[in-house]
């Protein structure tokens, strides 16, 4: 069941290692999705979540405001909703086809970059805290999937800044999986490495994007959004 206040998801679909082609056995399959609360709710004496967050099946439900802040700065978790292969979108409404059309309104060079690059050291952060003497097998799986975390922010970020386009599916998972037992069997340098070239990467392109997001679309499909959704 949807969570009150999100009877109107507009855009939803399969986020997560299954988009990017990483799941492997026992992998959680994760659901993004974007609501609109009844405007009439939003200005009430009391406003409703703007989050919503549920297991069995994951599942994380951003009300629209909400996920175009988190957009607007470049976010990498909510960003790739509106760039999905056409077969994980569960649900696509007239609303939620817009937002993709004006999804490129949202990128900014500045931001990819930094966001990008911010997930990707905080991975690395996460590592480097990790390895040390008796390493726990489950320790070296849980590396493993960081790495590979790593290795697929730098990879999409760095296609996104270059060429303004996002493609979640990998075209080279093996690669990214081949990297992440590496980095897990103990070869932090690799990931220091992959991390340092992409910064390198970054200070180097020149980026098509522009240096600030373009607002404009975004406020007036918002504005589109409050008056579709007025009531419940």
Known sequence: ???????????????????YGLAGPGSDIDTLGIFAAPTRDLVGLRTPDETHVSTKPDRTLHEAKKWCLLALNGNPAVLEITWLPDDLYQVRTPLGEQLIAIRSAFLAAPRV??????YAAGQFKRLSGRFGPN???????RAAKEARHLARLITQGCELYATGTLTVRLDSPDLIRDFGDRVAA??????????????TFFDNTRSPLPARPNEGP???WLSAVRTTHWEA
Request: hydrophobic letters at 40%.
């Open 1 to 19: 069941m949807i969570p009150p206040n999100t009877s109107h998801v507009l855009l939803a679909g399969i986020v997560g290692s299954t988009a």
């Open 113 to 118: 970059r930094d966001a990008y690059l911010g």
């Open 135 to 141: 390493v726990e097998h489950a320790t070296r799986k």
């Open 186 to 199: 103990g070869d932090l340098d690799e990931a220091k490495s992959l991390l340092d070239v992409a910064e």
């Open 218 to 220: 975004v406020r007036e």
